[in-house]
């Protein structure tokens, strides 16, 4: 007989130590999953430990020893590497082990066989002459068409809308499947290019690496992907493994493109989008050999690799590599520990790397490799408008004469423009003119924002709508005004402007669907519009020769928010969006619109001047007490009740009241999420492990006890 410790999942409690069972069965091994009885329940977990033991052990417990149920798997899943990650993670990132080997595996661990299907797109084509009268719109959907033949029905619909369902109705157009045609880039690239000295010389830098991490800095469009993926072919014929992660797969179909094309079917892609049977898949094309390179997105780093030799972060900035929800790892410290393990290198890459990373290298504890010119030599012709005096205090403001100059011109010259602006539905606020009353979501403390498309209010928060009240609920009159502007009605001002312009819009709104991002750069990449407006999602990676033209509408909105790293977010965003312009063989050109023209990171995005960034927001980070130079654990409770949570954050104070050599702030409440009542507390030190150590206290205490409220952990928050 055999005792049997387990970590089990639990619904409510977060337990971290484990439970003893009976086995009889010598096939269980530690590291597979167990269906074990729990108090009435039956629950899965994983074995930590297996033990020979006789009946006169078992005698020896003050407890009966139930016995296990079933073994699940005929493989360990978690092996000794992935133990020893899940023990530091749980320590680090002050989560449940249970948690953390969750994170690190498929949801879907049993293998059944399905191929994939060859995907198929539907687009549309005039089929025949109209003989009905056709509307204004209408027409010009049919022209539209007409000009160009056909497009990609998704396309049609989004420019078009009703109009275009209307000339399908009537037999006009009609829609027709077709095997799914890759992005237009393929072909183009996929042989391996002739690197040139900088690129040469950042080669060997990372060759020949003594640190474990390296951050390869290098502006937009300097090469920094193609010295990654000569790299990694390099690690790969050593025979060792490469891990090749990208913030979000959706908003970078080009690089897995381009990681296909070099290294053939020998790639795993693995990323959220995928279901559950194609993340398993995938997973298993790694666990048994078949691939020795995976790109993907943060998840991809816990992949059963067991010769790694190299982990590459692309944008190695980007928020998303940071997970948020328990264990709220950072992708990062992931690599560089699985990097040690496997005695690996890193390889951070980034135009607009993180101010923690870039500390780091600038004290040498990285590598330092830096590209600073473009591959084209030339960098976009940027262009700086004050709001203010080129359209005074008016609030219908939108586009500034010189950027609708420039994107006459453009359309002119048949090039493409991108316009950011980091805002969607149509406008943020609704506010009654006649009281100042202004509508928020009910139950969330944030204004709630109007679509017109499908006229109604949202709360871009939980999601909540509600269609606009005839009256003002306070003081009973009807005369709202609709403030600010979003995506949707930045579009419809430029389709006025310029009625000829073939517009796609890229924004949570219009990329609910499966593969609907990839559809809309696929589109834009194939010239099947002139302008591509949307949020941030269009600011990344995206490499399109004939873009000529960037626009960013409202520069500095994002400088307003209380976020200490509202700096670092608004130079990455505006540095990543002028990068889009002038990457091919024309000259490029960004407008940036903003009210203030002296932040320095508009400064330094204007000058393209990382440094000049890095060290005014350094000494801001200095004098406010902020990371890189503090570390940071924010401890979040939140419970419907307000004097629920008001009584667990009392007693999370007695506890840290009690101890020195860190600073607490607060506790402050936070705004009211989906019906939640939030209050945060947060510890600020020198001493990363000693804040730990006082977040465990509280942790411990709060699960002892069995609170009610939610206890969220989060060590070194990106965003607050
Ligand atoms: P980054 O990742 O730094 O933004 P990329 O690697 O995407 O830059 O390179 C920018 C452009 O330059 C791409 O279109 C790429 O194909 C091209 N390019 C990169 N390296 C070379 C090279 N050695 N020779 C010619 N073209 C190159
Ligand atoms: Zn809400």
Redesign the pocket.
């Known amino acids: 007989m055999r005792l049997v410790h387990v970590f089990v999942e639990h619904p409510i409690l977060h337990l971290d130590h484990t439970f003893t069972y009976r086995c009889y069965d010598a096939n269980v091994k530690r590291g597979v999953r167990v269906q074990v009885p729990f108090h009435k329940t039956s629950i899965i977990g994983f074995v930590s430990k297996v033990e020979e033991a006789d009946e006169q052990t078992l005698a020896k417990y003050p407890y009966e020893i139930k016995e296990i149920t079933k073994i699940i798997d005929a493989e360990p899943l978690i092996n000794e590497e992935l133990f020893a990650l899940a023990d530091w993670m749980g320590k680090t990132y002050i989560a449940p082990r249970i948690a953390c080997f969750q994170c690190m595996l498929p949801a879907k661990l049993k293998p059944s066989s399905t191929h994939g299907k060859i995907k198929m797109e539907t687009w549309v084509r005039i089929c025949k002459e109209p003989t009905q009268k056709l509307t204004e719109k209408q027409q010009a959907a049919y022209e539209q068409l007409e000009r160009h033949g056909c497009m990609r029905r998704s396309t049609f619909y989004q420019m078009f809308k009703s109009c275009g369902k209307k000339l399908i109705a009537y037999g006009i157009v009609e829609s027709y499947e077709q095997e799914a045609k890759a992005s237009l880039l393929e072909s183009?690239?996929d042989e391996e290019?002739?690197?040139?000295p900088d690129?040469k010389k950042a080669m060997q830098k990372l060759l020949h690496a003594t640190q474990v991490v390296s951050l390869l800095h290098?502006?937009?469009?300097?090469?920094?992907?193609?010295?990654?993926?000569q790299l990694a072919k390099k690690v790969l014929e050593t025979g060792r493994q490469v891990v090749l992660l990208v913030p979000e797969i959706a908003l970078t179909p080009q690089m897995v493109q381009?990681v296909k094309a070099r290294f053939g079917k020998a790639v795993a892609i693995y990323h959220s989008a995928l279901n559950a049977q194609e993340k398993y898949e995938q997973y298993q094309l790694v666990k048994e050999h078949k691939v020795q390179i995976v790109v993907g997105t943060r998840s991809a780093i816990f992949m059963p690799f067991d010769h790694l030799g190299l982990i590459i972060l692309?944008e190695e900035h980007d928020t998303s590599y940071k997970q948020d929800a328990t264990p709220r790892y950072h992708c990062r410290d992931i690599a560089v520990w699985r990097a040690k393990y496997h005695h690996a290198k890193v390889v951070l890459?980034s135009?607009t790397p993180s101010l923690e990373t870039y500390a780091r290298a600038h004290k040498g504890i990285y590598q330092l490799v830096e590209?600073p010119k473009?591959?084209?030599a030339r960098f976009p012709e940027m262009q700086l408008v004050e709001m203010r005096k080129a359209v005074g205090n008016s609030e219908s403001y939108l586009l500034s004469n010189d950027l609708l100059d420039a994107i006459y011109e453009r359309l002119q010259k048949k090039e493409q423009i991108v316009l950011l602006l980091n805002r969607r539905g149509y406008t943020p606020i609704l506010r009654c003119i006649s009281c100042g009353f202004v509508q928020m979501c009910p139950h969330c403390d944030v204004a709630m924002s109007y679509h017109k498309e499908e006229q109604v209010l949202k709360c871009h928060t939980c999601g909540h709508t509600m269609s606009v009240p005839a009256y003002c609920p306070t003081c009973g009159k009807a005369s709202w005004r609709y403030l600010g502007i979003g995506t949707q009605k930045l579009e419809e001002f430029v389709q006025i402007k310029f009625p000829q312009a073939r517009i796609l819009r890229m924004d949570a709104d219009t990329t609910g669907k499966k593969h609907a991002h990839e559809d809309i750069l696929k589109s834009f990449g194939n010239h099947e519009a002139d302008i591509l407006l949307g949020t941030q999602m269009i600011a990344k990676?995206l490499?399109f020769?004939n873009v000529t033209l960037v626009g960013i509408v409202n520069g500095d909105a994002m400088l307003n928010r209380s976020d200490y790293r509202s700096g670092e977010l608004t130079y990455d965003l505006l540095e990543q969006a002028s990068?889009r312009s002038g990457?091919?063989d024309k000259a490029g050109k960004v407008i940036l619109q903003v009210y203030d023209t002296q932040h320095y990171a508009i400064q330094s995005a204007l000058h393209h001047d990382y440094l000049m960034f890095f060290k005014h927001e350094m000494r801001y980070r200095h004098l406010a007490g902020y990371p890189p130079y503090r570390y940071l654990v924010s401890l979040v409770f939140s419970h419907k009740t307000k004097k629920m949570v008001e009584k667990d954050v009392k007693a999370a104070m007695q506890i840290l009241e009690k101890k020195e050599n860190g600073k607490i702030l607060g506790p402050a409440s936070l705004n009211k999420l989906r019906d939640e009542y939030r209050m945060r507390i947060l510890l600020k030190g020198k001493d990363q492990a000693l804040l730990n150590h006082y977040a465990w206290d509280v942790y411990q205490n709060h699960i002892t006890k069995k609170a009610r409220t939610r206890l969220d952990i989060d060590v070194s928050p990106v965003v607050l």
């Open positions: 183009e690239q290019k002739t690197l040139q690129q290098g502006v937009t469009g300097s090469g920094k992907t193609e010295v990654f993926l381009r692309d890459a135009a590209m473009r591959i084209n990676g490499d020769d990068g990457r091919g």
